[in-house]
């Protein structure tokens, strides 16, 4: 397509060693240097003729309903075109309460004047400049009907969810829990709560939607592109073949890219109401609401541990906080499901219904909260039968799957933990705590944690074109949300080609490619590289056909032998000597390219016969100042074993950034609420804590070597969520062996442990 987005071949790094391959090499990001100077175009760097800018006037009560809005005023205002409300808004082809496509979330777009949470749309202004919008949203002044504010685990009576996640089970079970703990030796009963954390993506949601008839163009940074094609037609009755989404650059996403919300589709119906183009960007505190979050979560514990340190049951319960409105339960308890073994293991979910926006799928869901308690729990365990966290670990960790009873990679993890423990110097570590000092007289404590996330697999589609003249086209319709995702896709087709990195042009990030599946569930290098490498091997296999039934070529007869490409040459695989160009064997065909296509997918059997995860071990140092006691990360190793590495550069960057997310959750992140109004007090950077270069210690990350050859034929795995999964937990349990102090409640501060921890 004349459209689509190359990516630019960029700089390779000198004295790079091939080893006849581009994977397995840590080259740098290549759109790297678009991006550091400004030239690269994200979402809302579009500006269309015509184009109009968008502001949305968002609820400032939690619940109620709104009674007046001063649409006159900002009518009036100089380059106002319009403002929509419930009382002028458009039909739209779907009710908004119906969930009628994959991944579809009830969602408010005016659809009448009840508020649900506060930071919801309740009017959308649309003028000549961003200014004019911003301004005439003031003037709105909207007037209200309120009702108390139902905020916190506490504000509701909890019930039973149909589903956690994106439609997980609830509730999974096997063996006897209470005979377990009747048996145990040791017992260990805990509650441990974490708070709602928001998407603070260096990019906030934006759009801008052009209309053509009946065909729309939307510039939007999406995890999904061709997904959503379906999705956004379904709102205003078109195919998805009228939806052309172009999604190039992506500042972060974290999940929440990935589904569509309703200031998206207000943009939208507005661009079409008024025949323009327009442009909608969220502000920073518009991100505290319509576009998902995680959500809070009480998990209660009960474990048994026998005489000789093992459990003997594992009772895992979690209730999580949901909208008014909406389902999406995070699925803390899974976190149990796969970790350890015990003859007893009982995971369930509770719900609360809060005036709050629908939670959502973010970074490592239910996975991070999850085992941030499982870990210290698990801590917990270790130190009521009197062992080291390390060798308690050792003597639970699953040989196979405790939930499915199917096998799994269990000495990669074995691996983690000694490669881990090795490069902290975890041998030297006291059992009881408060035994260690440093230099300036702070208490020293170390932590673990064991990382685990599962390795899954979505469809997707890809093409390969090799020109005579020895370059490549491939295509996908993939995403990248800074990871350098493209980076490594584009590795892996050049491999599927037999030809150097920069010998291959790669197009991505359009919907009229290819689908390249859902940048999400740490599955997209897996999933979408699949079908990349397929769609080169589909390509060389013609080529092949071609050399080996050409009497004039080298490779004649080799069909039964077999040949191998690289370097942009087939090579006899019997004879290295006996050897033709890609182009040499195209002319004499006279063909000026030749074309293949791949899918992406994993084997049903494996899939049916095998538990996939990637594993890892994070081990903490903490200094806690023993009067203030203010804490401080000052080490992390982490050691993971994902499969395949394909980018060892890359590789590492997303297990630092999972890492110190890990620290973000353990000390630092939390959305506030304010009881009497519903609202977040602290919606922006400056109060919504996250970790900034003065907070990230010492980081080590050792990948280590696993060859898994049935999460697929690859064997690729993900790297992008499991950094978070050990160290939430290794934080906290350092800061428990720094102080003697157990807090029970993320992110722990220094009032947690002057209050001594046992309030929580």
């Known amino acids: ?396 960790y699953a040989e196979t799957d405790p939930a499915s009873g199917k096998p799994f990679s269990a000495k990669a993890l074995r691996e983690c933990y000694a490669e881990g423990a090795e490069r902290f110097g975890w041998s030297e570590r006291p059992l009881e705590p408060r035994q260690m000092r440093d230099e300036a007289g702070r208490l020293v404590g170390w932590g673990m944690g064991t990382a685990l996330f599962p390795a899954p697999m979505f469809q997707a589609k890809a093409t390969a074109t090799l020109r005579a003249d020895g370059t490549a086209l491939v295509e996908t319709a993939g995403a990248d949300m800074g990871q350098g995702a493209w980076t490594v896709l584009h590795q892996i087709a050049a491999d599927g080609l037999g030809l150097d990195i920069d010998r291959v042009e790669f197009h991505s990030g359009h919907s009229g490619l290819p689908d390249g599946g859902i940048a999400g569930g740490s599955g997209h290098t897996a999933t979408a590289g699949s079908a990349l490498h397929a769609a080169g091997t589909d390509v060389i296999a013609k080529l092949a056909d071609l050399a080996t039934n050409d009497e004039t070529s080298p490779l004649f007869g080799a069909g039964n032998v077999g040949v191998e490409a690289r370097d942009g040459r087939l090579y006899r695989a019997d004879d290295p000597e006996r050897s033709e160009s890609y182009g040499d064997i195209l002319a004499r065909a006279g063909l000026s390219e030749i074309a293949g296509a791949g899918q992406g997918g994993r084997d049903p059997a494996s899939a049916q016969e095998r538990a996939m995860f990637s594993h890892g071990a994070v081990f903490a140092e903490v200094k806690v100042d023993p009067d203030l006691g203010q804490i401080r990360v000052s080490r992390l190793v982490g050691a993971f074993a994902a499969g395949r590495i394909i980018n060892p550069r890359l590789a590492t960057s997303q297990l630092y950034g999972g890492m110190i997310w890990g620290i973000g959750f353990a000390l630092h992140e939390e959305a506030v609420h304010d009881r009497r109004s519903g609202r977040i007090m602290n919606a922006n950077l400056a109060e919504y804590h996250v970790p900034v270069n003065a907070d990230v210690p010492t980081m080590d990350v050792i990948l280590v070597d696993e060859h898994d050859p049935y999460v697929n034929a690859l064997g690729i795995k993900g790297v992008g969520e499991i950094g978070i999964t050990g160290t939430v937990g290794a934080i906290a349990n350092a800061i428990w062996h720094a102080t003697g102090v157990r807090v029970r409640r993320f992110p722990i501060g220094l009032a947690d442990l002057i209050a001594g921890g046992s309030a929580h």
């Open 1 to 396: 397509m004349s459209d689509t987005i190359p990516i630019p071949t960029g700089a390779t790094p000198s004295g790079r060693t091939r080893f006849g391959s581009n994977s397995g090499q840590p080259m740098t990001r290549r759109d790297g240097v678009l991006k550091v100077t400004g030239t690269a175009t994200f979402a809302a760097d579009n500006h269309p003729e015509g184009l109009l800018h968008a502001v949305y006037a968002a609820a400032t009560i939690s619940r109620g309903r709104v009674t007046s809005l001063n649409v006159e005023a900002a009518r009036a205002h100089p380059g106002v075109v319009e403002v929509l409300t419930p009382a002028n808004r458009p039909p739209l082809a779907l009710d908004p309460e119906t969930k009628p496509y994959p991944f579809a979330f009830r969602t408010e777009v005016l659809q009448d004047d009840t508020v649900r949470y506060a930071g919801q749309p309740i009017a959308l202004v649309v003028a000549e400049t961003l200014e004019a919008a911003t301004e005439a949203a003031r003037l709105l002044s909207p007037t209200y009907d309120a009702a108390p504010a139902r905020v916190g685990l506490d504000a509701a009576r909890p019930f039973d969810p149909e589903a956690v996640g994106v439609g997980s089970p609830p509730t999974t079970e096997k063996g006897d829990i209470e005979a377990g703990l009747a048996k145990a030796s040791h017992r260990v009963d805990a509650r441990y709560e974490t708070p709602g954390q928001y998407h603070n993506a260096m990019e906030p949601h934006a759009i801008v939607a052009s209309w053509d008839g009946d065909r729309l163009t939307l510039d939007t940074p999406n995890q999904a592109i061709v997904m959503s094609t379906g999705s956004f037609g379904a709102w205003f009755g078109i195919p998805a073949e009228n939806v052309t989404i172009r999604s190039p650059f992506l500042g972060g996403g974290f999940g929440s890219k990935a589904i569509i919300v309703g200031p998206q589709i207000l943009a939208i119906l507005a661009a079409k109401m008024l025949g323009r183009p327009v442009k909608l960007a969220l502000r920073r505190e518009q991100m505290y609401g319509p576009v998902g979050h995680r959500g809070a979560t009480r998990q209660d514990f009960r474990l048994g541990v026998d005489a000789d340190g093992r459990l003997t049951a594992l009772d895992h319960l979690t209730t999580a906080a949901t909208s008014t409105f909406e389902d999406f339960i995070e699925p803390a308890s899974n976190a149990s499901h796969d970790l350890y073994a015990t003859p007893a293991l009982s995971s369930r979910h509770k719900a609360v219904r809060l005036d709050i926006g629908t939670p959502g799928p973010m970074r490592a869901p239910g996975e991070a909260s999850g085992s941030a308690a499982l870990e210290s729990a698990i801590d917990e365990a270790a130190l009521a039968a009197g062992l080291d966290p390390l060798e308690f670990r050792l003597r639970n």
